[in-house]
């Protein structure tokens, strides 16, 4: 237990729901593993098989009723807190996005074919055969025009090929 006890709590700290809790289903892997010893086939990975065990046994506690029961699984400061560290990242990457899906729709389409092949795979989210069948076009070509959109997007991003 002294051994690995310090490289499962922080496994089992992250999928508590509080600090208290996590002290409280420390001891239980411990006790599924004097329980289950036998079935460990291969003593080697001991290590990934107590960590398995740890991540039921969290699952487990608040699989009860009676940890389940009304409870609300972050306190009002740690949530308000995680809150506040993501808003900036979540709104530049929305940004982002939003940028992204302005420079798809405006590419240029001189090349033929190049925006709606851009379109459809990066906003509609369509396989690259589904497109070719669409615009009736090889494969091939699809291809070629989503990379000439690529380029374009890069050039519209001020981003250098690799």
């Not at 051994?3 to 600090?19: D, T």
């Not at 409870?71 to 996005?97: F, M, T």
């Not at 090349?111 to 091939?140: C, H, N, Q, T, W």
Request: net charge negative.
């Amino acid at each position: 237990m002294k051994h690995y006890n310090p490289r499962i709590w922080p496994l089992i700290l992250f999928e508590a729901r509080s600090y208290q809790d996590a002290e409280d289903i420390l001891n239980s892997p411990w006790q599924a593993v004097w329980e289950n010893i036998g079935s460990l086939r291969d003593v080697s990975s001991f290590g990934g098989w107590l960590r398995q065990i740890a991540y039921n046994q969290c699952r487990r506690y608040y699989n009860t009723e009676y940890h389940s029961r009304g409870e609300r699984p972050y306190e009002d400061e740690r949530l308000a807190w995680h809150i506040d560290q993501n808003a900036p990242v979540l709104l530049r990457e929305q940004e982002l996005k939003t940028e992204a899906v302005e420079a798809v729709r405006h590419l240029p389409s001189t090349p033929e074919y190049v925006r709606e092949v851009a379109i459809s795979f990066y906003l509609d989210e369509m396989p690259l055969k589904e497109i070719a069948e669409r615009l009736d076009l090889p494969l091939g070509t699809v291809k070629r025009k989503l990379h000439e959109a690529r380029q374009l997007l890069r050039k519209e991003f001020g981003v250098k090929s690799e």
